[in-house]
């Protein structure tokens, strides 16, 4: 009976082509303004790294006080003199800590000129913490970051750029004057949002080019990108900017169950404590510990623009859905004559509720496949209204064209309930009295 009804509604369509191009075009534009919209926030709002999101973790500690910090929370990131506290006490499984720098690159024996690129300084234990794939070779280990050794790891792109993508683990590039040994590249990996580096950035940048060591980055006195300062500072040259309050070093632990994460939290209050107690800190201890999507929340990474334009184009989509109702009801009950003489041959009421509901269908699929249309046209636009590096994640994909077509029909069938139950509820005998 479903073929059956489908190709009466498909006849239905053909009859009214005027009032059926209205009800898919209402149900097309209103469909693809909702996932047009949703493209862009599901990519700002997804979980980054969904396997380990709820073992990492990034710990806070105030060393601004009352007077300085933010609102009463702690800096986004730790200064010199607690960074290095956190790493030397070890207390999680595995630990990192890591900022943004800025290079000249020149891979050894090329004449070419130098090329810029963007970086992060890290300790070996950021690649299995994060499960960054690789390509060629693979990180460090911590006797590397003990030892202060000049290793990097490239990604998969920028090799790509310096060396043809040929496998170049073993070889030299020169970093800002100062020569490193490739260790690895990695494969294509780049989370959006960028969740362990939000510190003033907005958490959406260009691909990473490469990770060098931590260790040795302060050795050769690589600035950070990005540092924040409050309270005692001291200008007077690289040992005075580690010795003062600049935070400018993002932490990160890996910590696998309640009872580390309990243990890690105590760690940092009895830290705090103690730093109060040897007057460093004239407060009472203030320190947080988020995981990646407690702090993807704090850090309000979700662009205020996305959530403000999903629920407009939500409103459009509901906007055009009554207005279907209404082009629906006028449709069926045009057909009321037709309905009361199937009725008195003995049609259930039932049955005139399904074939207008499957009828109601065959228009939300059409409405469908031009909203699909629309929604494809439309993504490539969003740099329009998102800043470019949010633009580029919107992405039509299997998902999104499934969501398109599984919205479009069954909006319309819920739509089509009203319409249909009246219908259903014409009285055979009044119409075949006034024919």
């Known amino acids: 009976m479903f073929a059956y009804y489908f190709e009466l509604g498909l006849r239905s369509l053909r009859r009214n082509p005027a009032l059926t191009a209205l009800m898919v075009m ?26 380990k999101s709820a073992q990492l973790f990034t710990p806070q500690i105030d060393s601004w006080g009352p007077q300085q910090n933010l609102k009463g929370e702690p800096a986004d990131a730790l200064n010199y003199i607690d960074a290095m506290a956190l790493m030397r006490a070890h207390r999680a499984r ?56 000049a290793v990097v790891v490239l990604s998969e792109e920028f090799n790509q750029k310096l060396f043809d993508g040929a496998n170049s683990v073993g070889r030299e590039i020169t970093l800002d ?17 960028r ?13 990473t080019d490469f990770y060098l060591s931590f260790t040795r980055a302060l050795d050769v006195q ?22 003062s309050s600049c935070v400018w070093a993002t932490p990160w632990v890996e910590l696998d169950s309640a009872v580390e994460v309990a243990r890690y939290g105590k760690f940092l209050e009895d830290y705090a404590t103690d730093q109060q107690r040897a ?46 109702i209404g082009l629906l009801l006028a449709k069926f009950l045009r057909r009321a004559g037709e309905i009361g003489i199937r009725r008195a041959l003995g049609a259930s009421r039932r049955e005139i509720y399904t074939q207008y509901l499957i009828e109601a269908a065959t228009v939300g699929l059409a409405g469908g496949v031009l909203g699909l249309l629309l929604t494809t046209v439309g993504i490539s636009g969003v740099g329009l209204l998102f800043q470019p590096q949010i633009a580029r994640l919107a992405h039509l994909d299997f998902s999104l064209v499934a969501l398109t077509l599984a919205v479009a029909i069954l909006a319309t069938v819920v739509a089509a309930f009203y319409p249909a139950w009246r219908a259903a509820r014409v009285q055979p005998a009044w119409q075949l009295k006034s024919n």
């Not at 800590?97 to 300790?123: E, F, R």
């Open 26 to 51: 209402a149900i097309g534009f209103g469909v693809a303004a909702s996932m047009i919209t949703y493209s862009v926030f599901r990519a700002v709002s997804g979980n980054p790294i969904p396997e």
């Open 94 to 149: 595995r630990q990192t800590l890591l900022y943004g720098v800025g290079m000249s690159v020149l891979p050894s024996g090329n004449d070419s000129l130098p090329v810029a690129a963007n970086g992060y300084a890290v300790y070996g234990d950021f690649f299995p913490m994060f499960e960054v794939p690789f390509l060629y070779g693979g990180g460090w280990n911590m006797a590397d970051d003990d030892r202060r050794a």
């Open 177 to 193: 004057g100062h020569d490193y040994r490739i260790a690895g590249v990695t494969r294509h990996w780049d989370p959006q949002p």
């Open 195 to 207: 969740f362990f580096s939000l510190f003033n950035t907005s958490g959406f940048k260009d691909a």
């Open 222 to 243: 690589a600035n950070p990108g990005s540092n924040s300062c409050r309270g005692h500072m001291d200008f007077s040259g690289w040992d005075g900017w580690l010795r």
């Open 279 to 324: 007057g460093r800190f004239a407060w009472a201890p203030n320190v947080r510990l988020r995981n990646v999507m407690q702090w993807l929340d704090y850090q309000h990474v979700v662009p205020p623009e996305s959530r403000i334009s999903l629920l407009v184009s939500l409103g459009f989509f509901v906007i055009c859905l009554v207005n279907t």
